[in-house]
C-alpha cells in the first residue's frame, strides 16, 4: 500500500509537470516534501511509543521500571523537540529549492515571450515573400516591412532580456544551492549533537537499573533515582544552554577544481571577468546555452543586489 501510495505521488508530479515543466525539478521538491513529513511521523510515532511503556511501567510494582521509564519519558521529550527543530530546518531547505523553480519560470517567461516574437517575425517573412510574388501594391508591401522591422528589433531586445534572466537566474541559482545545503548540513549536525547528549543520558539512565543476574531477587535494591534524574537535568540544562555552531573541516578545500570540470568551465559568483555566451540554433525559436556561463563586469552589482534579497 505504501509502494502504491508514493507510486502515485510520483506520477501526479509527472502530470502536474507536463503543463508547467522542470519535472526534475518538481520531483525534487515533492520528495524533501515527503522526507520531512516522514522526519515528523517518525517523531510521533516515537511518542507515542513512549507514552505507552510509560503505561506499561506504572501498572509494574517493580520501582526500577517505574522510574526509569519515567525519566526516559522525560527524555523523549526532549528528543522530540529536538527533532521538531529539525524538521523545521528542512521546511527552510524545501523553500529554496520552490524558490528556485520560481526563478526557473521567471526565465521561461521570458523565452515565450522571444519565441511568440520569433513566430511573428517567420510569418511576417513568408507574407513578404508572397506579396512580393503577388505584386501587391507596394504601400502593402512596405507595411509589411515595417512590421517586419519592428519584429526584428524587439527579437533583439527580448534576446538581450533572456540573457540578462539566465545570468541573474544562474547566479540566484548556485547562491541558494549554497546556502540551502550550508544550512542542511547545520541542521543534522545540530541534530547529531543534540542526540548525542540526549541518547547519553539516556543511557546513564538504563545503568541505574540494578544488575538481577546471579542474585536473588530479594537481595536487589534500586537506588538510582537520584542519579537518574541528574542525567535527565544534566541534558536538559545542556540542550537549553546550545551546543557549538561549527566544526572543524575534516579536510581541507582543494585549491583546484574537481575533473571532469576545468577552472574555464566552472562559473565563479562575483568574479568580474566574466560575461554570459549565449548561442542561437538554426532554428530561431531555439535557444542554446554555450558551454562557458560567464558574466560581466557590470553584472557583479546584480548578484550582490540579489544576494541582499536572499538575505531578507
Avoid at 121 to 141: F, M, N, S, T, Y
Avoid at 239 to 246: A, D, M, V, Y
Amino acid at each position: 500500500m505504501d509502494k502504491a501510495s508514493k507510486a502515485l505521488k510520483r506520477s501526479s508530479v509527472r502530470l502536474k509537470s507536463l503543463s508547467g515543466g522542470h519535472g526534475n525539478l518538481r520531483m525534487v521538491i515533492a520528495q524533501l516534501r515527503d522526507v520531512r513529513s516522514s522526519a515528523k511521523a517518525f517523531m510521533h510515532v516515537q511518542t507515542t511509543a513512549s507514552e505507552d511503556l510509560v503505561k506499561w511501567a506504572s501498572k509494574n510494582e517493580n520501582q526500577a521500571i517505574q522510574d526509569t521509564f519515567a525519566q526516559l519519558f522525560e527524555l523523549n521529550t526532549l528528543w522530540a523537540e529536538v527533532q521538531k527543530e529539525f524538521t523545521e530546518s528542512l521546511k527552510g531547505f524545501i523553500h529554496q529549492f520552490e524558490l528556485i523553480l520560481e526563478g526557473e519560470q521567471h526565465v521561461d517567461v521570458g523565452r515565450n515571450h522571444l519565441q511568440a516574437i520569433e513566430q511573428r517575425e517567420q510569418k511576417l517573412e513568408k507574407d513578404l515573400v508572397k506579396a512580393q510574388r503577388r505584386h501587391i501594391p507596394g504601400a502593402d508591401v512596405n507595411h509589411i516591412q515595417r512590421k517586419l522591422a519592428e519584429e526584428k528589433q524587439a527579437k533583439q531586445v527580448a534576446q538581450q532580456e533572456v540573457m540578462t534572466r539566465i545570468q541573474e537566474n544562474e547566479a540566484v541559482k548556485m547562491i541558494r544551492v549554497k546556502e540551502g545545503l550550508l544550512q542542511l548540513s547545520e541542521s543534522y549536525l545540530q541534530l547529531a549533537r543534540k542526540c548525542h547528549v540526549v541518547f547519553e543520558a539516556h543511557r546513564d539512565v538504563a545503568q541505574q537499573i540494578p544488575d538481577a543476574q546471579n542474585r536473588n531477587i530479594h537481595e536487589i535494591q534500586y537506588e538510582g533515582c537520584v542519579a537518574a534524574q541528574q542525567s535527565v537535568t544534566r541534558a536538559r540544562e545542556q540542550l537549553r544552554q546550545g551546543t557549538p555552531n561549527r566544526v572543524q573541516p575534516c579536510a581541507p578545500i582543494p585549491d583546484e577544481p574537481p575533473p571532469p570540470y576545468s577552472a574555464s568551465q566552472s562559473p565563479v559568483v562575483g568574479s568580474a571577468h566574466t560575461s554570459m555566451e549565449l548561442r542561437y540554433s538554426s532554428s530561431p525559436s531555439t535557444l542554446v546555452e554555450g558551454a562557458d556561463v560567464r558574466w560581466s563586469a557590470g553584472y557583479e552589482d546584480e548578484v550582490a543586489g540579489s544576494m541582499e534579497k536572499l538575505k531578507t
